[in-house]
């Protein structure tokens, strides 16, 4: 499943799952009540894609979609439900020509990379866009988007992922980002704890020449995170200035000469985390977890 995308609980009771039939005919989204006894199934209309899918409590959530205009460029739709995904209201959308003129404020150009909102109705979206990262933000549950103020330092070319919540609190997220360079790639992040209000960019003071591997990052406060390196795990807890390097068993580092692809990093704590790791050529995978906050990992 897609970090943000597929699969979304607010408890261990309440959560939906989203599909998109192969014939494209329509968007099923699958919704249960008690923990995944029985399930109950609604639809968006045909031919929408979900690219981010949040629910803020049992009944209230929000669906981003989209129909392609071109290789670069999507037509976006957002949905909103308060009756647990029973029916779904379509509040906002761009206006599906390649322009930037849109009653909603959300523009054709470029893909989705994530969507939050807070129980408060306020929210943003991350989109990928001429080699450059757009933030938009909304206060009155989507229906209306302004663009949000977002300077990269020394950043020519930026790619952004999916969002990830901070833990302990409902509007703090952080966003990973990709920043290309003649000399290589770094990686930096940009954090807000107003729910996309404002947000600060962190170069994370990491860089790498290898393409081959994708760097897993995740962070679980704005000064504790780890990340993947070619040799294992390296830790901050200053929000990215400095970086220590792991010393632990050699199960990561060997994993990763086999399985170079990291799909998703996440730690619940300062000590238990899990990572997921994949192999490029065949799509094996492989998930690996630690007590110890990363310096020893054991295979499940």
């Not at 959530?61 to 779904?88: C, F, P, R, S, V």
């Not at 729910?195 to 170069?203: A, E, I, L, R, S």
């Not at 081959?212 to 990052?217: A, E, L, M």
Request: charged share 15%; glycine share 10%.
């Amino acid at each position: 499943l897609e970090y943000g995308k597929d699969i979304s609980f607010t408890d261990s009771r309440h959560g939906w799952v989203v599909r998109q039939n192969l014939d494209q005919t329509a968007t099923v989204i699958l919704r249960t009540a008690d923990g995944g006894q029985s399930w109950d199934v609604s639809a968006l209309p045909s031919g929408d894609h979900v690219s981010s899918i949040q629910y803020v409590n049992p009944t209230t959530g929000w669906i981003m979609a989209y129909t392609k205009l071109n290789e670069q460029d999507q037509q976006k739709m957002l949905y909103h439900t308060t009756d647990g995904g029973a029916t779904w209201n379509k509040v906002a959308q761009s206006s599906g020509m390649t322009s930037n003129k849109s009653g909603s404020g959300l523009p054709d150009q470029g893909s989705m990379a994530g969507m939050s909102f807070s129980s408060n109705n306020q929210g943003f979206v991350a989109i990928n866009v001429d080699n450059s990262v757009k933030l938009y933000k909304t206060s009155n549950q989507g229906k209306t988007w302004t663009p949000v103020a977002n300077s990269m330092q020394g950043c020519p070319q930026a790619k952004a992922e999916a969002q990830q919540s901070l833990k302990g609190n409902s509007s703090s997220y952080w966003i990973p980002v990709f920043c290309y360079g003649d000399n290589g790639t770094k990686y930096n992040g940009l954090f807000t704890n107003n729910t996309g209000t404002q947000w600060n960019d962190v170069p994370l003071g990491l860089s790498s020449n290898n393409n081959s591997i994708t760097p897993g990052r995740t962070f679980l406060s704005d000064k504790e995170g780890w990340v993947i390196t070619v040799n294992g795990m390296s830790r901050t807890i200053d929000g990215g200035k400095t970086w220590t390097s792991l010393q632990g068993n050699k199960v990561l580092p060997s994993k990763l000469k086999d399985y170079p692809r990291s799909v998703k990093l996440r730690f619940a704590s300062s000590s238990v985390g899990w990572l997921l790791l994949e192999r490029l050529d065949d799509k094996k995978s492989l998930l690996l977890k630690t007590t110890d906050g990363g310096a020893n990992w054991r295979i499940l």
